[in-house]
């Protein structure tokens, strides 16, 4: 609703710039995602420890979820910001957005091997 809001004032309001408008709305949607990840994953864990459901695949598929989305918002927001500086011609700046590619890398690859650990878990 909030992105929604930030494209409508920018309709409403154009002597704003219209990159940065579409920049705070992808910014706001990506949020909103990953904190609408982490509550569904929380609701879930703490909806199934009730019921006789496998808590450890439970625990495991809402990790991976909410990691992947982490993942998603940490990329999009480095090429937002890589496409932001190459505009303003600020190549100096650049070691920001590439060292949040590193750490999503980074994050991706700790997923990767936190599966690998747990694959054999049945219980």
């Known amino acids: 609703m909030l992105a929604s809001y930030n494209l409508i004032d920018f309709a409403l ?3 704003g710039e219209f990159m940065s408008a579409v920049v705070k709305s ?9 904190m609408f990840e982490l509550g569904a994953g929380i609701s879930k864990e703490y909806s199934s420890a009730e019921d006789d459901e496998n808590i450890y695949l439970n625990v495991r598929r809402t990790i991976t979820r909410f990691v992947g989305t982490v993942c998603i918002a940490l990329v999009l927001e480095a090429l937002i910001m890589i496409i932001k500086y190459s505009q303003l011609e600020l190549a100096g700046n650049l070691f920001y957005p590439v060292g949040i590619l590193f750490g999503g890398s980074f994050l991706l690859i700790a997923l990767g ?8 878990h049945k219980e």
């Open 113 to 120: 091997i936190f599966l690998w650990l747990t694959k054999g």
């Open 13 to 15: 309001n154009p002597e």
């Open 26 to 34: 992808i910014n706001t949607f990506v949020i909103s995602l990953a």
